[in-house]
Structures are given as C-alpha cells and as structure tokens.
C-alpha cells in the first residue's frame, strides 16, 4: 500500500509555506492545530472528534520523502491509501473498521502532523 498525497487548500488560506505555532489538546474543544502562514496569516484548525493524531519531527520522515514528494508550498494534505489508518483499524480491533476515517496531514518545517478523523476540520483565521 503507497499513501497518496493530495494537497489540501481549505478557506481562506492559499498554499504556501507554514510553520506550527502551537497544538492544543483538551476534553473541551479537541485537537487544535496553530499555523502561520509564510504570509504572517495566522490560521486555527480544529479537530473537535478525532480516532488518533500522530506529531512527529520532519527530520524522522525521510521515507515519507523519499516515497512521497510533497507538492513545493503545501503543507496541508490528504491521503489516500494510507498505511497509517490501515494499521489504526488493525489495532483497534474492528472497533473502527465501519467509520469513514479520513487522513489529514500537517506538514510544517518542524512538524509532521496525522489526523484520523470521521469529519471535516474547523478552519479559521485568529488575530
């Protein structure tokens, strides 16, 4: 199985480099992802249900890179095929075999970030 990765441009944010600000995870709001965008933008993506989210260093993703080069100035993806959901249902037991799981990635040049998710993210802009 190959993860296919498509860029994701949700509103109002056009493409362009992005750099993690902040993730907050609470009982309340759920997981919330801060960027700012190469323009000074500041952008929120919340998550309020999700199954899993992963973060991990960019420098520990070279096989990703190596398999999956990401489109210049996108760090908001999706992806199809993914190894990552296949192995979450694994390891849940069955529990999540019947949810429509989607997989989001967060690419920032510090911070890869994977959601599993059954719904579409929260995006706005923050002052």
Not at 20 to 30: L, P, S
Not at 108 to 124: H, K, M, N, S
Request: hydrophobic share 35%; charged share 25%.
């Amino acid at each position: 199985m190959n993860d296919v990765y498509t860029p994701w441009s949700p509103e109002p944010f056009p493409r362009g480099e992005l750099f993690c600000q902040g993730i907050h995870d609470d009982d309340q709001n759920g997981l919330r992802v801060m960027l700012e965008h190469e323009t000074g933008r500041k952008l929120e993506i919340a998550f309020p249900s999700y199954a899993a989210y992963r973060n991990v260093n960019e420098s520990f993703r070279l096989r990703t890179w190596r398999l999956n080069p990401r489109p210049l100035g996108c760090g908001l993806l999706m992806v199809q095929n993914s190894a990552w959901l296949m192995w979450l249902r694994q390891e849940a037991g069955g529990v999540l075999d019947d949810r429509p799981l989607k997989h989001y990635a967060i690419f920032t040049g510090e911070d890869c970030l994977d959601i599993a998710t059954e719904f579409d993210p929260i995006v706005r802009e923050v002052p």
